[in-house]
Structures are given as C-alpha cells and as structure tokens.
C-alpha cells in the first residue's frame, strides 16, 4: 500500500514552498517507506514540476496545487514504479494507492496501441487506462482496491476516486477557495489551513454505533464515499459521481441449482479471487484467525503451485474462550504452512492502544482493533502482503443479526432484545415492530437509555436519521436488504480498521472476498443456500461453512461464531491498565465534560460486575478521550 497527500489553491492563490506537503507525507510515512515523490501543478496554465521529497524548496514559478506520494513497493521494486507517475506528455499526473488485481489484462490491448511501459506496475496500466478511456471507462475496467488522484491538466481536473467498497481510505478537507487530500487524517494536521474541530452534531451517532456514517468526527473532514469519485473542475468547482452501488445487484429468486452445485461454483469463484491477488513482488502470508472465512483463504492460498512456502499470522489469547488456537493448529496442519502466533495479553494491549488509536485517525471503534495492529507489527518480520477474510460475513451473511431479520418474532430474538433493554421494554417492543429500526440498530453497540446515561441530552432520531434514511432506500428481500446495508453502513468502517492498522507498519491487506466478480458471485446465490432453516435452527452464511465443512469438517464449520473477539473486561482489570484509566482517562474525561463521568468511573470501580452492554458504553467512552487527548481535538 502506499500514501496519497496533496492541496489545491481554487481561489488561484500560489504555492510559496513545499514545506506543508513534506510534513504531510512525514506525518504518513509509514505507509510508503519505500519512495516518495512530490510534484506541483498549476492547473489553468498546465504546468507541473517534480519537487524534492526530501528538502523544503521555495517555488518561484506560479503553483496553484501540489500532489505528494509515499510509496511501499510490491510490484516493480525499481524506481520505474515512482509515483507521482506522469503520462508520455507530462500532462495527467496520477497517485495510485492499491492493486489492480486485473490490470495486466490491459496490457496488450495498451501495447497494440502503441504505448510504450517503462514498468511492471498497475500503475502504469491505470494511467495509460484513463488516457484512452476518460475516468469512467477506466474507473469501470478496475478490479482491484484503490484510492486515487487524478491531475489532467489539458482538461483542467482534478479527479478523485475510491475503490466500489471502500477497501482504500481517502479523506477530504474542503474551505471555501481551498481544499486538500490525503490518505490518513493526521496528515491534514500538517496544514495551517486545517484547525481540527469536534463535530457535536455527530455524537450522538456516534455512542450508539462507534462510528459516523459517510463522515467524520472532525468539521469540514469527510471521507470520499466507496464507490464514487469527485472531480474538480477550474470552471465548476467540485461534483461526485457515483460509478457504483451495490443497491444495483438483484438477487435471483429461483435458480434450478441444487446445494452442491453452489458450492462448487462458490470454490471456484473464491479460488480465482484468491489466485489473482497472490500477484506480488515481495512476501506474501495470510492471516489467519481460525475462522471460516481466513481458513478458506489460506486453504485456496496454499492450492496454488506458487505458494510451496506459504506462511500465517495470528493472534492468540491466554483465555482460552476467546482463543481459537486450535482451529489455527488444524488449518496449519492441514495445509502444511508455518504458523506464526503472537499471543495478546493486558500489558501488551494497554502498551499498544495509545499507538493504534494515533494509526486509526479516530476514536478506536473496535477492542479488537488492537489485535490487529500487534499482528501487523508483529507479522512485519515475516511478510508484507497479507490476505485477510474480511467481507464474507457482509456479502455472505454470516452476522447472527440476518437470521433476527428474517425471522424477528422468534422467542429468543425478542428475549434477547429485551435483556439488553431492559431499563425500557416499552419503548423497546414498540420500536421493534419498525423494519427499519431493526434493521439499523442490530449494529447497535449501546442501547439508547446507556446512551443517554453518558450524554443526557441523546437523541434517538438524531443518531439513527440518516440511517434509516439510508436502509430505506435499499431493495430486495429482508435478508438483500440487510446485505446492502452492512455492506455500505458497517463494512467501510472494519476495512478501514484494517487498512490503518496494517498500514501502521507497512504492511498490505488485501481482501479476496471483496472481489469484484466474488461479489458479483455472491448476488447469484439463492437465499436459501446463504440462509439455511427456519426459527432458532436458521443458520447463517450456510454456503461457506458447507464448503469448509468439507475441508475442515462439521465441528470446524458449523461450531459458534466467536468473531474476533477479546477479554476485554480482564484488560480493564489489568494493574497497569486500571491505574491509566485513574491516573489518565477519567481526569481527563471530567475535565472535557463531554460525556458524564459518574458512571463511568462507576464502571470503573466495578468492571467484575458490570453487564456487556456497560462494558461496551466503557470502552467508547475510554476510546473517545483517548483520541480527544491524542489529537489535542477542541
């Protein structure tokens, strides 16, 4: 993977140095360590010069914008790949983050051409794309994981584009003559344009599902939507098209094709999106958490003739209820491949949190979060790409929330419900009959009463609107469109979790399961085969787990999901885990007055007591101050 950082002047004003892109490209380093390259641009008189990545330099000419790159070479570890990458005539500059796992499909078409590659890299492939094609018809060729910019000076644009899921992150900052780009917030920092500022307007939102959708924490930050791109033009200013939703796909109702026919073209499917991201110029791994879903990569990994010295990486835990070592172990054994684990306990979480949440831009969404960034550092030592089996319980539906869709009456849906609501049943049962609000609140970390418990002034309708607003819009059967809403509401968050925290040490995640035409395979399946059964029996993402039921066997496949889950409660209770909290977090908390901290330092005082839903409103009250504090947020 690699860093994008850049800025435009729309008001004309000119560059005087390049002190600020250097220190935005220092800030995200660590996503390129391999190379960097700078280059300013005047977009009206269609001019650009290559600036030095190390030194600040005063620009004498006229410059109304500068695009900077920071690179990690997997493809053409040579300077060929260097990037900002220019066409023939020196007139589109383009910063590439990702891979296109296709691209080389184009390569003779483009030679035939008459174009001349100076390398080996997507890239090139992509550059060369646009210039015959225009944005559309190159955006629309790519299989692959991106974050791009575009700079085409003979028209005038800048472009910028994000890959159909949301794989690659890319963050904007818009003022009103200005704007600026990058890859990781914290490199906006480096602006003197840029004041970060708390958005409140979001909080709400924010307790009850962690996260923000389509936006961020910060005023005038958002991220570039998946699947869509902007562009900038010298004489309208900025729009976005959207050049995918997957609101687009309509699943078949009836098919002739029995179970096992599903299955095999299912292997097939997930054979060939395994095969064509091994492509790399560097170590390739998996990791490996001892799920279904990492367990059928590694297993499709391993198959192919390149990876005789196929490794993996994992994560284990001392508590053995939240260890999945032994299915690690079987998966190893089976396919004759080098365990690497690493085990997670309090001191090493504690030691790492700090670090993450700086990585994560925000506050830290998940616990487990930090497991992954430990991997990563971790794993460092052994590889550099890894393939990960995040997206198969979005597209697949392996969520326990797709059967409570489907079958929302069942005794053990509404017992449960209550259990978590059970400060207000009330409000609770009468809610629960809205379609919409089932389906947005079973992401729900918090219920609304411990939200209001932190912060008195919640508001249900403000946290949930555009939510709701989004789920209405989806189409299909109750299970497409739950399918739907993960995909574009809970997926984008998890792989930007993934994305920050590998990057953190310079590592590439790629994710098969969000291939194009996977995906595309996905939306072929019949329900029935992806939910199986009726009532309490109705199981969940049934396809996948027949298939590795047949490698790993029923034990493996059809045992209860356990996620990726932590001992959190214990790493609170950690010696020099709970001093911080006193020492650090709950000062802080009182001082900042955001959130109430009577019950959290309640919380505190009894973490062996508190429920699961009080240990979830913890962690997102300790998680924000954290992130506050850090990024010194107002």
């Known amino acids: 993977m690699c860093g994008i950082a850049g800025y435009y002047h729309s008001s004309g004003k000119n560059i005087e140095d390049s002190a600020s892109i250097l220190r935005m490209l220092n800030l995200q380093k660590h996503r390129g360590p391999d190379d960097s390259g700078i280059r300013a641009f005047h977009l009206r008189d269609a001019r650009s010069k290559e600036l030095s990545n190390t030194d600040p ?30 066409s023939g005539d020196g007139l589109v500059i383009l910063a590439f983050n990702g891979e296109i ?23 090139e492939i992509v550059l060369n794309l646009y210039v015959k094609y225009g944005f559309d018809g190159m955006v629309q060729r790519l299989n692959g994981m991106f974050a791009l910019v575009i700079v085409d000076l003979r028209q005038g644009k800048i472009f910028l584009a994000r890959d159909r899921f949301g794989i690659k992150p890319m963050y904007l900052f818009q003022k009103q003559d200005y ?8 490199s906006l920092f480096a602006l003197k344009e840029f004041k970060p500022e708390l958005n409140t307007l979001l909080l709400d939102e924010y307790l009850l599902f962690r996260t923000t959708l389509n936006n961020t924490l910060l005023k005038q930050v958002r991220p570039l939507e998946p699947g869509t791109y902007a562009v900038y033009s010298s004489d309208k200013g900025f729009s976005t098209v959207r050049y995918f939703d997957v609101n687009d796909y309509h699943r078949e109702v009836h098919s002739g094709n029995s179970l096992r026919n599903e299955k095999e073209k299912f292997k097939s499917a997930l054979q060939a999106s395994v095969q064509r991201q091994l492509v790399s110029d560097v170590k390739l791994g998996c990791q490996l958490s001892g799920g279904i879903d990492s367990s059928l990569v590694t297993c499709m990994a391993k198959e192919s003739k390149h990876n005789d010295l196929l490794e993996s990486v994992s ?15 079987q998966v190893a054994t089976l396919n004759g491949i080098k365990a690497h684990k690493f085990l997670l306990d309090g001191s090493s979480y504690m030691d790492a949190l700090i670090d993450a949440a700086w990585h994560f831009d925000a506050p830290l969404n998940h616990p487990n979060t930090i497991g992954i ?31 409570a869709m489907k079958h929302p009456y069942r005794l053990s849906s509404i017992l449960s419900g209550l259990k978590r609501h059970r400060r207000n049943p009330l409000s609770f049962l009468s809610s629960y009959t809205d379609i919409a609000y089932r389906a947005v609140m079973a992401s729900a970390y918090i219920t609304p009463f411990m939200a209001r418990s932190l912060r008195p002034e919640f508001s249900i309708q ?12 989806l189409s299909g059967s109750l299970f497409d469109r739950q399918v739907k809403y993960e995909m574009k509401s809970y997926l984008p968050d998890l792989l930007i979790r993934q994305d920050t925290m590998s990057m953190a040490h310079s590592i590439e995640n790629r994710v098969p399961f969000l291939d194009n035409l996977l995906v595309d395979h996905a ?11 009726q009532g309490k029996a109705c199981e969940t993402k049934y396809l996948m787990k027949s298939v590795a039921a047949d490698i790993f066997g029923e034990s493996f496949a059809f045992r209860k999901k356990m996620g990726f889950g932590i001992p959190l409660r214990s790493y ?33 005082k009894n973490i062996n007591a508190i429920s699961s839903v009080e240990l979830e409103a913890l962690w997102i009250a300790v998680s924000f101050e954290v992130w506050m504090k850090q990024f010194q947020i107002q």
């Open 179 to 186: 704007f600026a780009f990058s890859s990781e917030i914290k």
């Open 101 to 123: 796992y296709n691209a080389f499909d184009f390569k003779d078409e483009l030679i035939a051409d008459g174009v001349r590659l100076k390398s080996t890299t997507d890239t």
């Open 462 to 473: 403000s946290a949930m609107e555009k939510r709701r607003s989004l789920y209405r819009t």
């Open 523 to 533: 939306f072929s399946i019949q329900e029935k085969h992806l939910l199986f059964g």
């Open 57 to 86: 330099v005063t620009l004498d000419n006229r410059f109304d914008g500068v695009l900077g790159f920071n690179r990690l070479s997997i493809l053409d570890l040579t300077k060929n790949g260097h990037q900002p990458m220019c």
């Open 315 to 329: 994560i284990i835990f001392n508590e053995k209820h939240f260890s999945e070592e032994h299915y690690i172990d």
């Open 373 to 403: 960034y430990l991997l990563s550092k971790k794993s460092k030592k052994y590889v550099t790409v890894l393939l990960s089996g995040e997206g198969a319980d979005e597209v697949f539906g392996g969520y326990e929330r797709f059967a």
């Open 572 to 604: 609170f209770l950690d010696p020099k885990f709970n001093n911080w909290l006193y020492d650090d977090i709950l000062p802080g908390m009182r001082q900042r007055e955001m959130f109430q901290s009577k019950p959290v330092d309640d919380w505190v």
